[in-house]
């Protein structure tokens, strides 16, 4: 009794029989790290009551595909091609060696940064992703020891493992794309990965959780992705490959192998219910049966895809082939919320309005994370379950009778107010504890900046920053 925490609203999404249940003027009681009460109402003493009024009380959403650095896509949202914008590494970028472009602090206050922005957004389970266009080869250890840290001072549940590859894109100046290949570094960067994967598991008190994060399906070679495979089913952790989302990359594929990405995945052994498999915007039918078959997840992202004119065709038909689809957010802003009303979109688009719900993708925001970690205890509002609880703000809204739908028609990532994970409070009315928004946004924007400047270094010809990065309109001088 000591502790208990009662949390009321206008809305609580609730969990019973398998599927959410909404209550209207609902309650949601916490004792330690776990959700003891989803009902209409609790008979039992507590030690706080918290009353959100116009609100809506949320299982925290699950992001399985979560930013953790400063977004370098949203460069390209109105400067392309790739090759010609620094997207791709070019000859002579890897005839000098390629360096790190932010240091080792830097580093590590991108991860807390982008931690602290995930939780604004009300997503309490994370499994981090950055790019690896302006590191050296593969993410390192060290940083990743330094992500452990944030996530445990804020609270967020993280599942963590340091991006490898054994290759990567480079082009010419003429913009033909090839993979260039060195496998004993990639091979290296696994086991380094295998080392800090067993240490770092289960700790704090179980919020942190290994994962292996193999870069791009083109970059990697068989061998790597075997030895991949072998240890995270070992360890029972969780594997997130990025494949099927561009056409170089399904090309690349196809000159490597002679098929599609997930045919080669499934042909090695590779697809595997452990398996989460960003973006599959490219994928064919027949590779949305064979990760049916594989009992892998389907990683959707969709404001990323719809930004670079992409989207999943379709979010229904690969629903309806048995695929279990989870979300991922992948760029900047981490807005879960607008994640579900753009997959909501692009949905209707590619099969019409009837085919697809509000609760459908909620389901995938939620239950569809829970089912790729294979964790019954996230993902839902229900006694035994962990209290991972976003509160979102409905109060200056515009609200229909039903409170998911308002989400996908009105709300935003801004309308998160308070959010627990593990039962533990890790931000009240916006304000997470010992984080100064303000000062960090200002230094995340100049170390964006710095590494602006760089561009020049990695970019086909090596134009100038004001050549890669075309203005919108004609910049007058004062």
């Known amino acids: 009794m000591q502790g208990r925490t009662l949390l009321s609203a206008r809305w609580v999404i609730g969990h019973r029989k398998g599927r959410h249940v909404v209550y209207e003027n609902g309650v949601v009681v916490i004792e330690e790290t776990e959700v003891l009460h989803v009902g209409a109402g609790f008979e039992g003493e507590v030690a706080r009551r918290i009353d959100y009024g116009e609100a809506v009380i949320s299982p925290g959403f699950i992001d399985l595909d979560a930013l953790s650095d400063l977004d370098t896509t949203i460069l390209g949202f109105d400067n392309g091609p790739a090759w010609k914008k620094g997207r791709v590494w ?140 072998e240890i995270a089913s070992e360890m029972g952790a969780p594997v997130r490959q990025h494949c099927s989302q561009s056409p170089v990359e399904v090309r690349l594929v196809r000159e490597q192998h002679g098929c599609a990405p997930i045919e080669w995945l499934n042909r090695i052994g590779a697809l595997r219910p452990n398996w989460l498999l960003p973006h599959g915007t490219q994928a064919t039918e027949a590779e949305f049966d064979l990760i049916a078959e594989g009992k892998a997840t389907l990683v959707h992202c969709p404001l990323v895809a719809a930004r670079h004119g992409g989207m999943l065709k379709s979010f229904p038909r690969a629903r309806a082939s048995g695929i279990n689809i989870g979300l991922g957010t992948d760029t900047h802003p981490a807005d879960m919320i607008l994640n579900m009303q753009i997959g909501m979109m692009t949905a209707r688009l590619a099969e019409g309005i009837q085919a697809i719900r509000s609760e459908d993708m909620f389901d995938a925001a939620t239950l569809g994370g829970a089912r790729a970690l294979n964790r019954a205890d996230l993902g839902r509002l229900a006694p035994g379950a962990k209290a991972d609880i976003a509160v979102i703000d409905l109060s200056r809204t515009l609200q229909t009778p039903d409170p998911v739908q308002t989400l996908m028609t009105s709300a935003s990532g801004r309308d998160v107010r308070d959010v627990f994970i593990d039962g533990r409070q890790v931000m009240s009315d916006g304000i997470i504890p010992d984080v100064d928004a303000v000062e960090d946004a200002a230094r995340a924007q100049a170390q964006f900046d710095g590494l602006i400047a760089k561009y020049p270094d990695r970019t086909a010809g090596h134009p100038p920053v004001s050549q890669i990065f075309t203005p919108s309109y004609e910049r007058v001088a004062p």
């Open 90 to 229: 070019p000859e002579s970028y890897i005839a000098r060696g390629p360096y790190e472009m932010y240091d080792p602090e830097e580093l590590a206050f991108q991860k807390r940064h982008a931690f602290a922005q995930l939780i604004r957004n009300g997503i309490t389970t994370a499994l981090p992703i950055a790019s690896l266009f302006y590191r050296a080869w593969g993410e390192t250890v060290a940083e990743f020891e330094a992500s452990a840290k944030a996530a445990e001072d804020l609270g967020l549940r993280v599942y963590l493992g340091p991006a490898y590859r054994t290759g990567g894109q480079v082009t010419d100046e003429a913009g033909n794309i090839r993979a260039a290949f060195d496998e004993p570094r990639g091979l290296a960067g696994l086991e380094q990965a295998v080392e800090f994967a067993r240490g770092i598991d289960g700790t704090a008190n179980g919020r942190i959780r290994a994962m292996f994060a193999p870069d791009r399906i083109e970059t990697c070679t068989e061998r790597l992705l075997r030895r991949t495979a």
